[in-house]
């Protein structure tokens, strides 16, 4: 229900959106946005409850401006 009311509310597609830190062998890293504030937290966690997810990447994102998006990303972990 929450879901839906971002998405009426903001005449948007999507209710909520993380930026992918990291990926190893074992684990991809978020940075999302909740009640709490930014946190840092395993896509599982992210998903956790989620009907729909979905991935998107800009056609147009370098190496270079992806890391510069993820360093910006990681550095608003635990602002509210």
Do not use: N
Request: glycine content about 8%; aromatic content about 2%.
């Amino acid at each position: 229900l929450l879901s839906e009311a971002i998405r009426r509310a903001t005449k948007g597609e999507v209710s909520h959106a993380i930026v992918v830190l990291s990926v190893d062998r074992t684990d991809v890293a978020v940075v999302e946005a909740v009640g709490a504030g930014v946190r840092r937290v395993p896509l599982d966690t992210a998903l956790a409850g989620a009907s729909l997810a979905v991935a998107f990447r800009h056609p147009e994102l370098t190496s270079e401006l992806g890391a510069r998006v993820a360093d910006f990303a990681g550095k608003q972990v635990g602002k509210k």
